[in-house]
C-alpha cells in the first residue's frame, strides 16, 4: 500500500460544541462517590484534581444506553463493571435523551449522522455505538440498501486485518496515458471560491495532500494560495470558465469538466449577489453584487461530436493530465457515460441528486434526473456489456455521507465517490441551509466573510477532515472485512451483497 | 381548383396508410450525437471525389460508426439507362444485407409491384477490411421502376375510392404506392424482431442514397463513385454514442419521398415528435431522429403540401422579435402553420441539409435549415463563375436578365466548417472544373429569424441555372470573390514562402520530428501544415507547442485545413502565429501573451477563455467566439456567428467590423470598461477591398443583444439608430460620452492600420461627417433588482 496513511489527532473546537444526544444529571441522592468515573470508558463523567464534588458530566462522549453493548474491553466487562447508571450505589444517575436533539439534522442528514460525522472529525473515529451511522432517515436512496455480511456485528476486527484491507483505487485505467492511483476511493468535490471561503479550500486541499488524494476547485478561480497544493487540486472546467485559463488548466493532474450538477441538473452553477463580494468578483474577473450565473450548458458542447472536440482541446492544452467527465443522472445516463468513454475521457463522474448545499435551488434538488441508486449499476452494466468497463473509471457522487453508502456505491458498480457535504459537516456545518446568502454561515463554512472566515483557520480545517477521512476508511475496511472481501475494487459491482428493504426479506 | 386536388387531399393519403404493418416493437431511440455534414448543389456534374474530400475533412466529427451519401442530378450513361428513364423512372435501391434476401425481396415487393426497366448492381471495391471498415457494406441493387398499371389501380380504387382523375393526381399516388411500398419492405426485412437481411435506401426519382457502417468517404471508395459525377451530392459523418452493434440501415441520409436528409444534432422531444407523425399513420422504423425529421418533411411538403417556406416555418418556428419584425402577412400565415404543427416541431439542436429531387419540375435543390437558437455548426458557401462574364452579375436575378446559351458554373455549397466547404473546392479543381477555393461568399443562417429565416436553398431548374435564396426567396448575390487581406489566399503558398525567405526553416510533416531550435528569437518557421494531422500528438498544434518548448517564437502556419487547436498549450507565451488557409475550431482558445493573425475566415470557438495577447482575423469568426474569454485585444474584419462573448469577464477589447448573428455578449461580466473593464465595438459594415466598405442594413440583426449582462459595454456604430430597446434584455442604450470615444479611438485607429478600414469613414455618414457621438451609441448594463444584493 506505499507510504503509511495519515493518523488521527484530537481536534475539537475551541469555541463551540456538539449538541450532544443524551444529558446526564445528577440528582440530590449523589454522594460524590466517583464510581461512576472508572465505569465510562469516554471520560464522561470527572472529578477536577482535589476536588470533593464530581464536575458538570460532559454529555457530548455519551453513547447513552448503548455504550453497554460497546465496551472498549468487551461485553463481559460490562457485566463485570455495569455502566454508569447501574453502577450508581444511590441510583443518582439520570441518563435522558437531549430534547435539543430533536431540532438537529434533516432526513438526509439524520442528527445521529451529523453527530458521529462531528465525532469522526475530532477524533479520527465514529462513535463506537449509540449512533445510526449506516443510513440516515430519509427512507429512500442509499437509506433503503442494506448489506448481506458474512461476519456479524459482534465480530471485532483486529486493527491490523483492517489496515491490510486494501482500500486503493487507480483513477486511470485506459491502456494509454498517465497512471495515477489514490489510496482511498474518494476525493472532494468541486467547491468554488465564492461558495465557500478560502480556508475551506485550503482545509480540503491539505487534507488531500495528506491523503495523496484529491479536491477541485470548483468554479471560481484558482486562488493564488492554492496552487501549492495543485498536485492534489483538480482545475474543474464548469459551463461559465470562471477563473479558468490555460495556466490552471496546465497546473493540474485532473481537469474535471462540469457538464451538469446532480443536485440542479439543467442549471447553471450560480452564486447569489450576497456572496458575489468585491474580492470573490475579483477573483472571477467580474463585478461585485450581482448574482452571477454560469449557462446551463457549454456553449460550445451541444453535442458528442462536440465533447469529443472539447476533451481534445484540453488535452492539446494539458496532455499530461487526466480529464474527468461530471454529469448528472438523467434516464439515458448510460448513452451519455458510453459517450464520454469514447470522447476521451478517463473519469466518469456520476453525479446524483441527493446532495447540494442550501444554495442549491429546493425545486431543483431531488427531483430531476434519475436517483444515483439506479444510474450506477445502469452506467456499470452497459459499460461492461460495451467492453469498456475496465477502461473507465466511474466515480459516484451526490449525498455520500458515510462509510456505508461509500460502499454501497462501489457495490453498485461504481470505482469510487466523491464528496462534498461530508467535509462540510467535519467542519462543523450544522445543514442549517443558509448556505446562499453571505453572512448566512455562521461557521464561516460557506462565505468568504472575513470575519466568520477568522473563526478557524485552516490547519484546524485540515486535521479535521484528515480525521474524518481516516474514520472513513477504518469503517469502509470494516465493511469490506464483514463482507471477507479483500480490498475495495473486489467490492466493486457486487450487488448480490446488498438487498433493498423493498424486494428482498433479510437473510 | 382542379378536382384532383380536392380529392387526393392529405387525409385520404394519410389514411391509406392505416393498413400498413404497425412499427415492430420499439426499443430505446439509439443516442444521436452530432455529426459532419457537407451539401453541395452544382448547375454542372461533380464527381464524387470532391465530396470525399470534404467528408474526410470532418473525419473527427464522426467515428466510423455510419457515414452516407444522397447523389441527384446524376448522368444516365453512368447508370446504364438514357436520360428520359433517369427523369421518369423511380430509383428504387435497395440495401441487401443478406445476399440470400434478394430473391424474397423481389418476389414480394419488386416484381409483382412494378415494372422494372432496368437494373444493375453498383460495383464495389474488394475486401471491406482493406478499406478499414468493421463490417460488411451491404450489397446495393437499384431498379428503375415504374409501377404496375394494374397494381396501382388497385391501390387507388381502394384507398381512393376511384381511379384518379389526371395524370397528376396519378403521379401523387404513385408516389405514395412506391412509399408504402419500401415501408412495408423495410418493416419486413429490417426493422422486424431483430431480422436486419435488406432494406430501402432510396426511391425517388434521380436520386439515389448510399450508406455504411464507416466513414462517408468509405462510401465513394467502396463503391467506386470517386469519378462518378453529378450535380446533388450531400455526405454525412457519423457520431452515434453507442458504440458495438452497428447497422447502415442506422447511417444518414434518410429518405422521404423525393429528398434526403442529413442531420447534426439531437432533439430534445422525440417522444411528441413520434407521437404526431403516429397519429397521421406514419410509424418510424430506424428509432433515430434523423428519419423522424425527414418523415417531417416529406409530410409537410408532399402530403400536406405546404410550399417550402412554410415547412420550413414548421420545422424552425420564427419566434419573438423576430416574428414581430415579419410583414404582417406573413404573420398570418405563419401563426396558422405553428399552430398546425407546434406538436411536430423538432425542438434543437438541430442543422438539416436535404437534397431535393423534383423530376417533375426539372428541379434540383439543396437547402440548409438550422434550429432557432443556432446551436449546431453551419456555413453556406456559393461561387458562381457568372461573375467574370458580367461584373454586375446578380444571382436569382439573373433568371430574368441576360439571355445566355450556356449558363456560367455556379456551386452551393452547405456545411458543418468552412474548411470542408475548402476542401471541396480545392478538390473540384484538381478534378479539372473551374472551381477555386476560395468561394465568393461564405454566410450562416440566423435560425427563426425574419432576416433570413434560419434556411438557405440552392435551386438548379430546367434553365441550368443555380440560384440561392433564402427563407423567404430573396437571393443571395455575388458579385465576385470576396475581398481578402489574406497573403496566401491572394498569392498562393509558394509565393508565401518565398515572401518569407528571410526565413531559416521551412518544415513539413515529414520533418517534423528531427525539428531543432531556432537561430534566434527573431527565427521564423514556416510551417507547411497540409499533412499535419487535423489533432492529437502528432498534429499541427501539439508540434507547434513542441517548437516552442525548443525556442521558436514565430510562426507561420500556411495550408492549414481543419487544423484544431492552433496556438492552445502555449501557456503564458510570447509568440507569434500567423495563419494561412482554413485553420479548425478552438483557434488560439487559451491564448495568454502573444499575437495570432488568421489571414482568412476562422471557424468555431475561437479564442474560448482568451487571457491576453492579440487575434488579428482577416475574415469570419464562427460560434461562441471569445466564450468566457477574459481580455485580449481581438480585430475581425468579419462577422461573428451565434453566441460571441457569452459569460465574458475581466477585460477583453474587441473589434468586429461586421455585426453577429445573435446572443451577442450574453451574461457579459466585464467590469466598468472606462476603469479597466472590457468592450467590444461592433462596426456593421461589410468590407469590399481596401479603404471601401458598405453599410449593412443594421448593426445588429438579433433579438437578443447584452441579455443578463453586468459589466463592460458594446460600442455599435450606428448613425441610423436602428438598434432599439427591444433587442435588448437587462441592457440599456446610452450616449457615446467623450471618455468613451478616447477609449475606443486607439482601437479604431489599430483597426485601420490592420484592415484599412478609417476611423473617418466610420465616421462619415451619407456623404456626411459625424460626431462620434452621432455615429456610435453606447449599450451599458442596468442593474437588474431580482439578481442585486438585497438591501431594505
Redesign the interface.
Known amino acids: 500500500m506505499g507510504e503509511p496513511l495519515p493518523k488521527p489527532r484530537a481536534m475539537p473546537h475551541a469555541e463551540w460544541r456538539k449538541v450532544p444526544k443524551w444529558r446526564v444529571r445528577y440528582s440530590a441522592e449523589c454522594i460524590d462517590c466517583g464510581l461512576c468515573i472508572p465505569a465510562c470508558p469516554y471520560g464522561v463523567h470527572r472529578r477536577a484534581p482535589g476536588s470533593l464534588r464530581l464536575g458538570i458530566p460532559d454529555d457530548f462522549g455519551c453513547l447513552g444506553p448503548a455504550c453497554e453493548q460497546a465496551h472498549p474491553a468487551g461485553p463481559e466487562a460490562v457485566f463485570q463493571e455495569g455502566f454508569c447508571v447501574r453502577q450508581c450505589p444511590t441510583s443518582a444517575i439520570a441518563l435522558e435523551k437531549n430534547p435539543e436533539w430533536q431540532t438537529l439534522g434533516d432526513p438526509r442528514w439524520s442528527a445521529d449522522l451529523l453527530f458521529a460525522t462531528w465525532t469522526a472529525a475530532e477524533t479520527g473515529r465514529y462513535p463506537a455505538a449509540g449512533f445510526e451511522v449506516r443510513v440516515g432517515d430519509s427512507g429512500g436512496g442509499f437509506d433503503r440498501l442494506r448489506f448481506k455480511f458474512k461476519r456479524s456485528r459482534h465480530e471485532r476486527a483486529r486493527d491490523t486485518e483492517l489496515e491490510a484491507i486494501d482500500t486503493a483505487i487507480p483513477l486511470a485505467r485506459r491502456k494509454e496515458g498517465p497512471r495515477l492511483q489514490i489510496p482511498v476511493p474518494w476525493y472532494g468535490g468541486g467547491m468554488s471560491y465564492g461558495s465557500v471561503g478560502l480556508n475551506v479550500m485550503l482545509s480540503r486541499a491539505k487534507a488531500a495532500r495528506a491523503w495523496r488524494t484529491f479536491t477541485c476547485t470548483g468554479e471560481g478561480g484558482y486562488p493564488q494560495e492554492l496552487l501549492a497544493y495543485k498536485d492534489c487540486v483538480i482545475t474543474q472546467i464548469a459551463t461559465g470558465m470562471f477563473g479558468v485559463s490555460e495556466t490552471t488548466v496546465q497546473a493540474a493532474r485532473i481537469l474535471e469538466i462540469k457538464y451538469a450538477q446532480g443536485a440542479k441538473p439543467g442549471l447553471g452553477g450560480h452564486l447569489l449577489a450576497d456572496k458575489n463580494t468585491g474580492a470573490v468578483a475579483a477573483m472571477r474577473e467580474t463585478v461585485a453584487g450581482i448574482s452571477l450565473f454560469s449557462p446551463f450548458p457549454f456553449h460550445s458542447v451541444y453535442s458528442v461530436e462536440d465533447h469529443r472536440k472539447h476533451v481534445d482541446w484540453l488535452r492539446a492544452m494539458n496532455p499530461r493530465a487526466l480529464v474527468s467527465a461530471k454529469v448528472s443522472t438523467p434516464t439515458d445516463v448510460d448513452m451519455v457515460a458510453v459517450g464520454c468513454y469514447y470522447g476521451g475521457v478517463d473519469i466518469l463522474h456520476l453525479d446524483g441528486a441527493y446532495g447540494g448545499t442550501g444554495a442549491a435551488p429546493d425545486i431543483a434538488k431531488k427531483n430531476i434526473a434519475m436517483p444515483l441508486e439506479f444510474a450506477i449499476p445502469k452506467v456499470h452494466r452497459f459499460l461492461q456489456a460495451e467492453g469498456i468497463r475496465d477502461e473507465i473509471t466511474v466515480i459516484a457522487s451526490g449525498g455520500v455521507r458515510s462509510a456505508h453508502d461509500i460502499a454501497k456505491a462501489i457495490a453498485l458498480g461504481a470505482d469510487g465517490v466523491v464528496l462534498g457535504t461530508s467535509e462540510l459537516v467535519a467542519l462543523n456545518c450544522t445543514r442549517c441551509g443558509n448556505c446562499e446568502s453571505g453572512r448566512g454561515c455562521q461557521h464561516g463554512i460557506a462565505s468568504t466573510d472575513p470575519e466568520l472566515n477568522a473563526l478557524w483557520d485552516a490547519d484546524w480545517g485540515a486535521q479535521r477532515i484528515s480525521n474524518l477521512y481516516h474514520a472513513l476508511r477504518l469503517e469502509l475496511a470494516e465493511i469490506l472485512w464483514r463482507l471477507g472481501l479483500p480490498s475495495v475494487q473486489a467490492l466493486r459491482g457486487r450487488t448480490d451483497v446488498l438487498y433493498h428493504l423493498d424486494r428482498l426479506p433479510p437473510p | 381548383m382542379p378536382s384532383a386536388v380536392k380529392d387526393s387531399n392529405p387525409e385520404l393519403l394519410l389514411a391509406s396508410r392505416a393498413s400498413l404493418p404497425p412499427a415492430p416493437q420499439q426499443g430505446?431511440r439509439e443516442?444521436e450525437?452530432?455529426?459532419?455534414v457537407v451539401g453541395l448543389l452544382a448547375n454542372c456534374a461533380v464527381p464524387g471525389s470532391a465530396v470525399a474530400a470534404g467528408c474526410s475533412a470532418m473525419r473527427?466529427?464522426?467515428?466510423g460508426k455510419g457515414g452516407g451519401l444522397a447523389i441527384g442530378g446524376m448522368e444516365a450513361g453512368a447508370l446504364g439507362v438514357d436520360a428520359a428513364t433517369l427523369r421518369g423512372d423511380y430509383l428504387l435501391a435497395i440495401a441487401y444485407l443478406e445476399a440470400e434476401a434478394r430473391e424474397a425481396v423481389e418476389a414480394e415487393f419488386v416484381r409483382p409491384q412494378f415494372e422494372v426497366h432496368a437494373e444493375g448492381r453498383f460495383e464495389t471495391a474488394g475486401d471491406p477490411r482493406a478499406l478499414g471498415m468493421e463490417v460488411a457494406p451491404p450489397e446495393v441493387r437499384r431498379y428503375f421502376v415504374r409501377a404496375r398499371a394494374a397494381a396501382l389501380d388497385a391501390f387507388c380504387r381502394e384507398h381512393l375510392g376511384r381511379l384518379p382523375h389526371d395524370r397528376l393526381e396519378r403521379e401523387r399516388w404513385e408516389d405514395e404506392f412506391v412509399y408504402q411500398n419500401s415501408y412495408r419492405l423495410n418493416a419486413r426485412h429490417y426493422a422486424s424482431l431483430g431480422k436486419k437481411s435488406a432494406f430501402v435506401l432510396s426511391h425517388a426519382k434521380d436520386l439515389l442514397v448510399l450508406k455504411l457502417v464507416g466513414y462517408a468517404e468509405d462510401a465513394i471508395k467502396y463503391y467506386g463513385l470517386e469519378d462518378f459525377r453529378a450535380k446533388l451530392w450531400i455526405g454525412h459523418q457519423r457520431?452515434p454514442?453507442?458504440?458495438?452493434v452497428w447497422h447502415p440501415g442506422g447511417a444518414h441520409p434518410f429518405i422521404g419521398m423525393h429528398e434526403a436528409l442529413v442531420h447534426?444534432?439531437?432533439f430534445a422531444n422525440y417522444a411528441r415528435v413520434v407521437k404526431y407523425l403516429k397519429q397521421r399513420h406514419i410509424a418510424p422504423l430506424f428509432l433515430t431522429d434523423t428519419e423522424v425529421s425527414v418523415l417531417l418533411f416529406d409530410l409537410w411538403t408532399r402530403v400536406y403540401r405546404y410550399p417550402l417556406e412554410l415547412a420550413i416555418e414548421a420545422m424552425g418556428p420564427t419566434t419573438e422579435r423576430d416574428f414581430e419584425l415579419l410583414p404582417p402577412s406573413r404573420q398570418a400565415a405563419y401563426r396558422a402553420v405553428q399552430t398546425a404543427s407546434m406538436k411536430g416541431s423538432p425542438d434543437g439542436?438541430w442543422f438539416f441539409i436535404v437534397a431535393r429531387s423534383e423530376t417533375g419540375e426539372r428541379r434540383l435543390q439543396l437547402l440548409g435549415v438550422t434550429d432557432t437558437s443556432m446551436?449546431?455548426p453551419q456555413v453556406f458557401a456559393l461561387q458562381d463563375l457568372g461573375w467574370r462574364e458580367s461584373p454586375t452579375f446578380v444571382l436569382g436575378k439573373a433568371a430574368r436578365g441576360e439571355k445566355r446559351n450556356e449558363p456560367a458554373p455556379a456551386i452551393g455549397l452547405i456545411a458543418s466548417e468552412k474548411q470542408a466547404i475548402d476542401r471541396v473546392l480545392t478538390q473540384l479543381r484538381v478534378a479539372g472544373l473551374p472551381f477555386q477555393k476560395p468561394a465568393d461568399r461564405y454566410w450562416n443562417a440566423r435560425g427563426g429569424s425574419y432576416s433570413d429565416g434560419g434556411a438557405f436553398i440552392f435551386t438548379v431548374d430546367g434553365t441550368g441555372r443555380l440560384t440561392a435564396t433564402d427563407k423567404f426567396g430573396a437571393a443571395v448575390t455575388v458579385s465576385g470573390p470576396e475581398p481578402k487581406l489574406g497573403l496566401a489566399e491572394s498569392k498562393g503558398a509558394e509565393a508565401l514562402v518565398e515572401a518569407r525567405a528571410h526565413t531559416q526553416m521551412t518544415i513539413s510533416a515529414a520533418g517534423a520530428a528531427g525539428i531543432k531550435g531556432p537561430r534566434d528569437e527573431a527565427s521564423e518557421l514556416v510551417v507547411d501544415a497540409a499533412e499535419f494531422p487535423l489533432?492529437?500528438?502528432a498534429?499541427l498544434?501539439?508540434f507547434v507547442?513542441h517548437a516552442y518548448g525548443l525556442g521558436w517564437r514565430r510562426f507561420c502556419l500556411f495550408n492549414t485545413s481543419g487544423h484544431?487547436?492552433i496556438g492552445?498549450?502555449?501557456?503564458?507565451a510570447k509568440v507569434e502565429i500567423d495563419c494561412h488557409g482554413s485553420p479548425g475550431?478552438?483557434l488560439a482558445?487559451?491564448?495568454?501573451g502573444g499575437t495570432v493573425r488568421v489571414f482568412n475566415s476562422a471557424q468555431?470557438?475561437v479564442g474560448?477563455?482568451l487571457?491576453s495577447g492579440r487575434l488579428v482575423i482577416y475574415g469570419d469568426v464562427g460560434?461562441?467566439f471569445m466564450?468566457?474569454a477574459?481580455g485580449g485585444e481581438v480585430f475581425v474584419l468579419g462577422n461573428a456567428a451565434g453566441?460571441p462573448l457569452?459569460?465574458a469577464?475581466?477585460?477583453p477589447r474587441v473589434i468586429i467590423n461586421g455585426t453577429c448573428l445573435d446572443y451577442l455578449a450574453?451574461?457579459f461580466?466585464?467590469?466598468?470598461p472606462l476603469r479597466g473593464g472590457g468592450f467590444v465595438v461592433v462596426n456593421g459594415v461589410r468590407y469590399t477591398g481596401p479603404a471601401s466598405f458598405e453599410e449593412l442594413e443594421t448593426p445588429y440583426p438579433g433579438g437578443n443583444l447584452f441579455s443578463?449582462a453586468?459589466?463592460g459595454a458594446i460600442y455599435f456604430r450606428d448613425p441610423r439608430r436602428a438598434i432599439g430597446p427591444d433587442q435588448l434584455n437587462g441592457g440599456k442604450i446610452a450616449d457615446l460620452a467623450t471618455e468613451d470615444w478616447e477609449l475606443i479611438r486607439p482601437m479604431l485607429e489599430e483597426n485601420e492600420r490592420l484592415f484599412g478600414i478609417t476611423v473617418d469613414s466610420l465616421l462619415t455618414f451619407e456623404g456626411r461627417k459625424l460626431k462620434p457621438a452621432e455615429a456610435y451609441i453606447k449599450i451599458i448594463?442596468t442593474?437588474l433588482r431580482?439578481?442585486?444584493?438585497?438591501h431594505d
Open positions: 430505446p443516442a450525437g452530432g455529426c459532419g473527427n466529427r464522426g467515428n457520431y454514442t453507442k458504440g458495438r447534426n444534432g439531437d439542436p446551436l449546431r489533432e492529437g500528438r498534429g498544434a501539439a507547442v484544431r487547436f492552445c498549450g502555449l501557456g503564458a475550431d478552438y482558445s487559451g491564448l495568454d468555431d470557438q474560448q477563455i487571457k460560434q461562441t466564450y468566457a477574459k453566441r457569452i459569460n469577464v475581466g477585460r450574453e451574461s461580466m466585464a467590469g466598468d443578463l453586468s459589466g448594463p442593474k431580482a439578481l442585486s444584493v438585497a
